[in-house]
């Protein structure tokens, strides 16, 4: 199906499409026009008004060709799918059609309801909008009926049925002439919100949002329903198979064919059925998402920079010894410049939503494209064979918890009562190991295990080697309740952040304080900088998922960390 160019609908008489087919984003929908002897039906007009304008020279040119009314529907009231419709500047041609939306939807629309039209998450203020056509109101789907609208000097005529397909699931449906023996079929589909419909002409069928109802950002927006969303995904698979449908045409993205829509709608039905308990998304949400996510990429550029910095130093040595073969390797595994351009792509879009050219919503849409891409650089390398396994492990936690939040869930709490003084301990144990052994070099027996030996002499960078570790236990302090794996990553990380700030001594403390248990990490330093810097808001969000609270302290004698921890009661 090309786009902007009039063409017939498979199936009809003599129904013509006329689809505008865009990029996907958050602002704008795709319009799609349908033009019949006695109606000209233009779907979803859009959210940008050079799109608008496109529209309604098309709508001008068929009306030309054959004055007859125009009636725009809309798959729902979500914003980006109409607000062009009701702005100054709109021509003479749109301003007398008649807006037709599902009972639900217009009730949204002439109250003014920002919920449900998600304009607070699309920044825009909320305009009443009459409805000129209320579709599959609670009267039609009680029995079937012919109707008949006086609209002007019009009749909007329409037959509804109900289709009983099993046990607790029936289809409302209602069939509009479109002149000629064709007609449009609007069929009742809540999904992401509870008005939202399909319309099929012919062959073809307009399924709006469908394909990004269970998507990250979207599941859990204001009417979202997994209920509705798995009973429509059933509907519309039935829709599919009886109506002899080619092509599904999507609000957002290119047109898909029959058989790709039902490959993508059992995923999707298996996927939305995982969808429970998900947080709302709202613009406190995504406000919120979009500060962690900004902090998120920060964090995720320092560990990758970190990775990618002892490749290059791995394959520098690798080269200087002429093991040419292992030194390109090493150099295959990331690409630096494509980490680069995905760091500053998200930093140029962070510095626009600042300037207020892009929204809360938008960003944190952008921060899950990255995380996507990162986790793709990682997955399928051999890092683990030169990179502490430690940051690597550190570095996929933080992937994965922001996809986790991104899909509307928080981040997994494995809890358990844990020997705090044990296991730092073992911490310490970990950090001050060596994973290399001198003897591996000089005792190889082939080539290859004198590589391997030598890449783990190479990878090794001991941060604590000039550094004074110390731990005062109190003996007196229980078991502390907290995610175990999660703490002892935050640990070394604070630990090596300390050590890279130059710290000489580095104290760890546990202190029983009634109910809590604190643990204090404290560096011997000069200085006017904390080394947790601006991660501070990160370490905390990170140790609240742990279970602890965190408090930084900068004094004259050095910079300190305080964890708080939940104590066992006795």
């Given at each position: 199906?090309?786009?902007?160019?009039?063409?017939?609908?498979?199936?009809?008489?003599?129904?013509?499409?006329?689809?505008?087919?865009?990029?996907?984003?958050?602002?704008?929908?795709?319009?799609?026009?349908?033009?019949?002897?006695?109606?000209?039906?233009?779907?979803?007009?859009?959210?940008?008004?050079?799109?608008?304008?496109i529209l309604e020279a098309e709508v001008g040119r068929l009306q030309d060709e054959l004055m007859r009314p125009v009636v725009v529907y809309l798959t729902h009231v979500h914003l980006d799918h109409w607000i062009q419709l009701k702005q100054s500047g709109m021509g003479r041609r749109l301003q007398e059609a008649f807006l037709a939306v599902q009972e639900e939807g217009a009730k949204a629309l002439e109250k003014q309801d920002s919920l449900m039209t998600l304009s607070g998450l699309l920044g825009r203020p909320m305009i009443r909008v009459p409805v000129d056509i209320r579709l599959l109101?609670?009267?039609?789907?009680?029995?079937?009926f012919r109707q008949s609208l006086a609209l002007k000097e019009w009749s909007y005529d329409y037959a509804t049925k109900s289709t009983e397909m099993a046990q607790d699931l029936v289809l409302h449906s209602a069939v509009v002439p479109l002149g000629g023996g064709d007609c449009l079929e609007i069929y009742h589909t809540p999904r992401h919100s509870p008005d939202s419909i399909c319309l099929r002409a012919g062959s073809l069928l307009s399924v709006g949002d469908l394909f990004f109802a269970p998507n990250p950002g979207m599941a859990g927006a204001y009417g979202w329903s997994q209920q509705?969303?798995?009973?429509?995904?059933?509907?519309?698979?039935?829709?599919?198979?009886?109506?002899?449908?080619?092509?599904?045409?999507?609000?957002?993205?290119?047109?898909?064919?029959?058989?790709?829509?039902?490959?993508?709608?059992?995923?999707?039905?298996?996927?939305?059925?995982?969808?429970?308990?998900?947080?709302?998304?709202?613009?406190?949400?995504?406000?919120?998402?979009?500060?962690?996510?900004?902090?998120?990429?920060?964090?995720?550029?320092?560990?990758?920079?970190?990775?990618?910095?002892?490749?290059?130093?791995?394959?520098?040595?690798?080269?200087?010894?002429?093991?040419?073969?292992?030194?390109?390797?090493?150099?295959?595994?990331?690409?630096?410049?494509?980490?680069?351009?995905?760091?500053?792509?998200?930093?140029?879009?962070?510095?626009?939503?600042?300037?207020?050219?892009?929204?809360?919503?938008?960003?944190?849409?952008?921060?899950?494209?990255?995380?996507?891409?990162?986790?793709?650089?990682?997955?399928?390398?051999?890092?683990?064979?030169?990179?502490?396994?430690?940051?690597?492990?550190?570095?996929?936690?933080?992937?994965?918890?922001?996809?986790?939040?991104?899909?509307?869930?928080?981040?997994?709490?494995?809890?358990?009562?844990?020997?705090?003084?044990?296991?730092?301990?073992?911490?310490?144990?970990?950090?001050?190991?060596?994973?290399?052994?001198?003897?591996?070099?000089?005792?190889?027996?082939?080539?290859?295990?004198?590589?391997?030996?030598?890449?783990?002499?190479?990878?090794?960078?001991?941060?604590?080697?000039?550094?004074?570790?110390?731990?005062?236990?109190?003996?007196?302090?229980?078991?502390?309740?907290?995610?175990?794996?999660?703490?002892?990553?935050?640990?070394?990380?604070?630990?090596?952040?300390?050590?890279?700030?130059?710290?000489?001594?580095?104290?760890?403390?546990?202190?029983?304080?009634?109910?809590?248990?604190?643990?204090?990490?404290?560096?011997?330093?000069?200085?006017?900088?904390?080394?947790?810097?601006?991660?501070?808001?990160?370490?905390?969000?990170?140790?609240?998922?742990?279970?602890?609270?965190?408090?930084?302290?900068?004094?004259?004698?050095?910079?300190?960390?305080?964890?708080?921890?939940?104590?066992?009661?006795?």
């Open positions: 199906m090309e786009t902007m160019i009039s063409q017939p609908v498979e199936g009809t008489e003599g129904i013509t499409i006329y689809p505008y087919i865009r990029k996907i984003d958050l602002m704008s929908s795709n319009s799609y026009i349908l033009s019949g002897p006695s109606q000209i039906a233009l779907i979803d007009p859009g959210g940008l008004a050079d799109q608008l304008g109101s609670a009267v039609d789907k009680v029995a079937a509705d969303l798995l009973a429509s995904i059933q509907k519309i698979l039935w829709i599919l198979e009886k109506e002899k449908i080619s092509f599904c045409c999507s609000g957002h993205g290119k047109p898909i064919d029959a058989q790709m829509a039902r490959k993508t709608l059992q995923v999707m039905y298996t996927d939305a059925a995982s969808l429970k308990d998900l947080e709302e998304v709202s613009p406190q949400w995504a406000k919120r998402t979009a500060a962690y996510a900004q902090d998120l990429i920060v964090e995720l550029e320092r560990s990758f920079t970190i990775i990618a910095g002892r490749l290059a130093y791995m394959g520098h040595i690798l080269n200087e010894l002429e093991e040419l073969k292992d030194a390109e390797e090493l150099d295959s595994l990331l690409d630096s410049r494509v980490l680069d351009g995905l760091f500053i792509d998200f930093y140029n879009f962070a510095m626009e939503l600042k300037a207020g050219k892009k929204l809360d919503w938008e960003l944190v849409h952008k921060a899950g494209q990255t995380v996507g891409r990162l986790d793709k650089l990682l997955k399928g390398k051999k890092l683990d064979m030169v990179i502490d396994q430690s940051l690597l492990s550190r570095v996929g936690r933080v992937l994965s918890d922001y996809s986790v939040a991104y899909r509307g869930f928080r981040p997994p709490y494995y809890v358990s009562y844990v020997d705090i003084n044990g296991l730092i301990g073992e911490i310490l144990e970990q950090v001050r190991h060596k994973s290399y052994e001198e003897e591996a070099i000089l005792e190889a027996e082939s080539q290859e295990d004198y590589l391997k030996a030598l890449k783990a002499r190479i990878a090794h960078n001991d941060l604590f080697e000039d550094v004074e570790l110390s731990f005062q236990s109190d003996s007196h302090a229980p078991f502390v309740r907290m995610d175990r794996e999660r703490f002892s990553d935050i640990l070394i990380d604070i630990l090596e952040r300390f050590a890279g700030a130059k710290m000489k001594k580095i104290k760890i403390a546990t202190f029983l304080n009634g109910d809590w248990v604190l643990v204090r990490i404290s560096g011997e330093a000069l200085g006017s900088t904390h080394p947790l810097g601006q991660a501070s808001r990160f370490f905390e969000r990170n140790l609240a998922l742990c279970g602890g609270l965190l408090q930084t302290t900068l004094q004259a004698d050095g910079p300190s960390v305080e964890i708080e921890l939940s104590a066992l009661e006795e």
